[in-house]
């Protein structure tokens, strides 16, 4: 991020992961609050709303009443379990992704919030991974998967007040 994150815990990427950034996606926004939005790309039931793969979504209840770790069954990747690394909202979140059927292996992800003011910002998601399982997945995820988060982006951008949206690839 470019501009100063608010929040109460320290932060580092590399106390997650080591994986290489693979893609980071911006929206920036206006009309929404960091809260507002952090309350839709925080919520696991939203997934459907703007994930073009994402099909089914199951809530694991949160025994600390915190952060709910959740599974979502999608499209070529079947039933993938999404584990909440760290919590912070309105500002950030890291989550991990795996699956029997999930090609990235190391897969890691942080989803931040910037504010610019009181009713606008940048939303960024950057995923992490190195580890690519399957020779077809290998040559296939570097083309589709860039393609795949733009248009789920402009999907989530209209949920957001998204003024902006870029994705940018780095496989």
């Known amino acids: 991020m470019t501009g100063v994150i608010k929040g109460d815990v320290p932060f580092s990427i590399k106390d997650y992961t080591s994986a290489g950034l693979r893609l980071e996606s911006c929206i920036r926004y206006q009309g929404k609050s960091a809260e507002d939005v ?23 209840e949160s025994p600390t009443g915190g952060a709910q770790n959740f599974n979502v069954e999608f499209t070529f990747f079947g039933d993938v379990f999404e584990e909440i690394l760290h919590w912070d909202p309105p500002n950030r979140y890291v989550y991990a992704a795996r699956g029997n059927e999930f090609p990235m292996r190391d897969y890691v992800a942080c989803i931040e919030l910037e504010e610019a003011s009181a009713m606008s910002g940048i939303m960024r998601w950057q995923i992490y ?12 995820l570097p083309v589709i998967l860039p393609v795949i988060n733009e248009v789920s982006m402009h999907k989530l951008s209209d949920l957001i007040g998204g003024v902006e949206c870029t994705v940018e690839s780095f496989f």
């Open 129 to 140: 991974s190195d580890v690519i399982e399957g020779e077809h997945f290998q040559r296939i």
């Open 38 to 60: 952090f309350d839709i790309m925080g919520d696991p039931e939203r997934i459907t709303d703007w994930y073009l793969l994402a099909k089914q979504v199951k809530i694991h």
